[in-house]
């Protein structure tokens, strides 16, 4: 399991979530990706960088699935890889906590990176993740909350595609910084997690690990190299 953390987080804002987990979930060992998404150029950068990760852990053991966690920024630079560069190949499932989604008006207001004016409402990167998605197979799942003061307005933490299989959580009462450590969360990614794996062990690895074509994903578009 691989765990996509955001802007200014380490390991001490996913080490609660990852204590909860345990290692009784059966898709260990936890890995942290080290991501520093402000010496990426933008998300799209990163969820290469990403993808690199997710196909070493597969290479690694192929009897476990490989699932993404990502908080904040994570989720959405999870996504973006899964979507839109073939990695739905390697993840059966993606967990995206306090995610923004639909972008966040707080955005609007932070210094012109170009990586934070890719959060903005109707950027090109979400323009491009809102773009037909026919045929992934990753399994999406977003936990939002309606008190979280960095996505707003809160349903932008929603997954709303209609080509993907996602489901969202809401969780009531909890702000973003409390989201990934809130233990009804944890119960339910744990329970997740569990159902992933069961599910890998009796059909084989995800999706067979299909090789790529000359190193492009089945889904090479805009904003790749």
């Not at 906590?97 to 012109?112: Q, V």
């Not at 339910?188 to 000359?214: D, I, Y």
């Amino acid at each position: 399991m691989l765990l996509v953390h955001g802007l200014a987080d380490r390991a001490s804002v996913v080490s609660a979530l990852q204590r909860g987990l345990g290692d009784d979930c059966g898709v260990g060992p936890f890995i942290l990706v080290n991501n520093n998404v402000f010496n990426s150029a933008d998300i799209r950068t990163a969820a290469r960088v990403l993808g690199e990760q997710v196909e070493l852990a597969c290479a690694r053991d192929r009897a476990r699935c490989v699932v993404l966690i990502g908080y904040s920024l994570g989720g959405l630079i999870a996504r973006y890889y899964v979507q839109r560069l073939g990695g739905d190949t390697y993840v059966p499932l993606l967990i995206t906590l306090a995610t923004p989604h639909g972008g966040t008006a707080t955005a609007l207001l932070a210094p012109p990176h170009p990586l934070l004016r890719e959060l903005r409402p109707g950027s090109d990167l979400l323009t491009e993740l809102a773009e037909p998605a026919i045929g992934c197979r990753t399994r999406f799942v977003a936990f939002y909350s309606d008190l979280d003061e960095a996505v707003i307005p809160a349903t932008r933490g929603r997954i709303d595609h209609p080509d993907l299989m996602a489901c969202n959580v809401l969780v009531p009462g909890v702000g973003h910084l409390s989201l990934p450590v809130h233990q009804p969360v944890i119960d339910q990614v744990r329970a997740l997690l569990t159902a992933a794996q069961q599910a890998t062990s009796a059909a084989g690895p995800p999706h067979g690990h299909t090789p790529r074509a000359n190193g492009q994903s089945p889904r090479h578009r805009r904003g790749s190299p």
